[in-house]
Each structure stands twice: as C-alpha cells, then as structure tokens.
C-alpha cells in the first residue's frame, strides 16, 4: 500500500510539474483595450504629411565641374551627359585634358 501511494505521489508530482510549464505560456497572452483613435502610441509628427520630393538623383554638371577643377583643371566646362556618365573638358598642366564622372550622387571619378 505504502508503494502504490508512494507512486501515486511520484506521479502526481511530474504531472504537476509538466502542467505548470505549459500554464505559463497559455497566461501569457493578455487582453488589450484601447480607447480612441486606435494607435497604441501617437504615431511621428510626419506621418500623416505627404511623401518628401526628392531632388535630381545624378551628378549634377555644376557639381562635376566643381570637381574637375578641384582635380587641378582649368577652365572646366561640360562637353556631355549620358545616363551613366559627365564629361567634362578642360586645361591641366599639360594641355586639353578630360575627365568622366560617374553619373550617381557624388560624381566620382571614373577616368581621366
């Protein structure tokens, strides 16, 4: 008798030691309740505003003139503009000479 309710505890104990596991994950799930316009937070100040314009993408010429002379070339001026590339010719220290940017944001240099 003493072994049947010695078992009986036994087994009663890892029953309730395995459902206490799974009662903590069932629980967690709470009820929320909002009262208003529905944001859990105020949403940012422009986020109802209209999207941003955005300026051209490419390299601007002027911009790709100011590079070229910071590069040391004189009297810099825009000979033509691709969709991938400016070129801009000019005066270095040894007579005409071109330079092409790349035509995205920055205007790298991408051959002399």
């Known amino acids: 008798m003493k072994e049947l309710l010695a078992k009986l505890g036994i087994a009663a104990a890892i029953t309730v030691t395995a459902l206490s596991g799974t009662t903590e994950y069932a629980s967690a799930q709470g009820v929320d309740i909002y009262i208003g316009p529905g944001h859990h937070r105020p ?13 051209r993408r490419g390299c601007d010429p002027r911009e790709a003139m100011d590079v070229a002379r910071s590069y040391g070339l004189h009297r810099a001026r825009v000979v033509d503009v691709t969709p991938r590339r400016v070129i801009v010719d000019g005066f270095g220290r040894r007579g005409p000479d071109t330079m092409m940017f ?9 051959g002399r």
Do not use: K
């Open 43 to 55: 949403p940012p100040p422009d986020y109802y505003a209209p999207p941003p314009r955005y300026e």
């Open 102 to 110: 790349a035509n995205v944001r920055g205007c790298p240099l991408i």
